[in-house]
């Protein structure tokens, strides 16, 4: 079984510039949320995403926004990148957004930002 | 406010001893604990996770020990070896918000 695909692995964008980032859930699962490593702040929580719909949000600016499509995979979008967007940007996906549900972690995108 | 606070912040230990990593949370929320391993380069990867109905649950060399009333939680590595060494997280979720709230990490080295 395949685990979280993210893509790209590795970009770098100029500052002011806006950047897409992909995630591709494991099979059957339909909640998805987006994580910031930096390693200043740790994990920091962006969204989830659970059937389409944005269920919680974490406290980013509203550069940063998401969508999940009708078939679980997720894109994440930062506009007017700045400098401290530079990070490791992880998708984590799992069967359902209920507490106790393993949460599994793809391999990331990481982000430079210049 | 950070809600789950995570010591020590790195961690050397000799192969074979014993790794400890503490772990302490403020929202009596919380219903589920799991600690994640993360290796360069890589995402975390779940470890081990411990529900609140339960004070002590081990998986191999490893061990978590929590303790409601003291809304604290550590995890315990047995014979540590190198392979062991990489950045662990202790997090947190329940409630009405499942999203997991994670502790700053502690980078685990073990020297041969």
């Known amino acids: 079984k395949a685990g979280v695909t993210q893509t790209p692995r590795y970009l770098i964008k100029t500052r002011g510039q806006q950047v897409t980032l992909s995630c591709s859930p494991i099979s059957g699962h339909r909640s998805v949320s987006w994580y910031q490593q930096t390693p200043g702040q740790g994990l920091q929580f962006l969204f989830e995403y659970f059937s389409e719909t944005q269920r919680n949000k974490g406290n980013f600016p509203g550069r940063f926004s998401g969508r999940q499509f009708s078939n679980s995979r997720s894109e994440m979008n930062v506009s007017t990148l700045e400098l401290g967007d530079s990070a490791l940007y992880l998708c984590?996906?799992?069967?359902?957004?209920?507490?106790?549900?393993?949460?599994?972690f793809g391999e990331g995108s990481w982000l430079t930002v210049v | 406010q950070q809600q789950v606070k995570q010591s020590p912040q790195s961690l050397i230990v000799q192969k074979g001893g014993i790794s400890i990593i503490n772990c302490a949370y403020e929202n009596t929320a919380f219903d589920y604990f799991p600690w994640y391993q993360q290796f360069p380069g890589k995402g975390p990867a779940l470890l081990i996770a411990i529900r609140p109905d339960v004070s002590e649950k081990k998986e191999g060399r490893f061990t978590i020990s929590f303790n409601k009333s003291a809304k604290q939680f550590s995890l315990h590595i047995m014979d540590s070896q190198p392979g062991d060494s990489a950045t662990y997280f202790c997090?947190?979720?329940?409630?009405?918000?499942?999203?997991?709230?994670f502790g700053k990490g502690t980078l685990l080295t073990v020297n041969p």
């Open positions: 984590a996906s799992s069967l359902a957004p209920v507490s106790g549900n393993t949460i599994y």
């Open positions: 997090a947190a979720s329940g409630g009405s918000n499942y999203k997991l709230t």
